[in-house]
């Protein structure tokens, strides 16, 4: 069964930083290209960042390009979302995402966590 | 970026009844659509994706339609557990883009 859990969100002052976390299970994460999606409360969805390919090509929205950074850890099978500068604007439930071609990245996400409260807030 | 809009916001049904969710493009996606159901508090999950396959395990009620600009979802006889909302998402320009959703609540 696939399973994806996310930790790390919490409250945050403006110009801080946070590490999202996203632990995976049931497939192989090595090979699979994953996503972070934001929602900001009362909002819709919103792409944010992908990782992709054994050479871990990434990409990120405008909105967050330059500082945000997605990585994972093979060995602890665990996607990461380092958030850095953080504005107002950035909070949002967080959540991990699956996609859905195995080796591929092709931004449609079969699994998600449940998510993760990013509040940036003084 | 390409803009989806999405109608009705909101969808006051009964079980049993068909509901017939709305999803516009901006501009062409081809068929590169994709739609999820969301409820609060849980993981969003993938229905439909190349604008009319079914993922793996969603059930025969759930279908899709449309190509280009204008797509569809049709949920054919609403269950308590449908109630919720169902966003669409396109991939075929970068970034991908979700629309704004629409929430399917029990009349």
């Known amino acids: 069964e696939v399973q994806l859990l996310e930790s790390g969100g919490g409250l945050v002052q403006p110009g801080g930083s946070l590490r999202l976390s996203c632990a995976a299970s049931g497939f192989a994460f090595s090979t699979s290209a994953m996503t972070w999606v934001r929602q900001a409360p009362g909002k819709g969805l919103e792409w944010v960042s992908s990782?992709?390919?054994?050479?871990?090509?990434?990409y990120y929205a405008d909105s967050v390009k330059g500082r945000f950074t997605i990585s994972g850890d093979n060995s602890k099978n665990t996607l990461y979302l380092q958030m850095n500068s953080l504005r107002a604007e950035d909070t949002a439930v967080y959540y991990c995402a699956k996609d859905y071609l195995a080796g591929q990245l092709s931004y449609y996400f079969d699994y998600w966590g449940q998510g993760t409260l990013v509040t940036v807030s003084s | 970026e390409i803009v989806l809009t999405q109608s009705p916001a909101t969808l006051s049904l009964s079980p049993g009844e068909r509901a017939t969710l709305s999803c516009r493009a901006s501009q062409s996606v081809s068929s590169y659509l994709a739609w999820y159901q969301h409820k609060p508090g849980q993981a969003p999950r993938l229905l439909i994706y190349?604008?009319?396959d079914r993922a793996s395990g969603i059930p025969a009620r759930f279908s899709g339609s449309g190509s280009g600009t204008d797509f569809t979802l049709t949920i054919s006889s609403l269950e308590p557990g449908d109630f919720a909302v169902y966003y669409c998402?396109?991939?075929?320009?970068?970034?991908?883009?979700f629309g704004p959703g629409t929430k399917v609540e029990i009349k």
């Open positions: 998402q396109q991939r075929n320009n970068w970034p991908p883009t």
């Open positions: 990782i992709a390919g054994s050479a871990g090509t990434t």
């Open positions: 190349d604008a009319s």
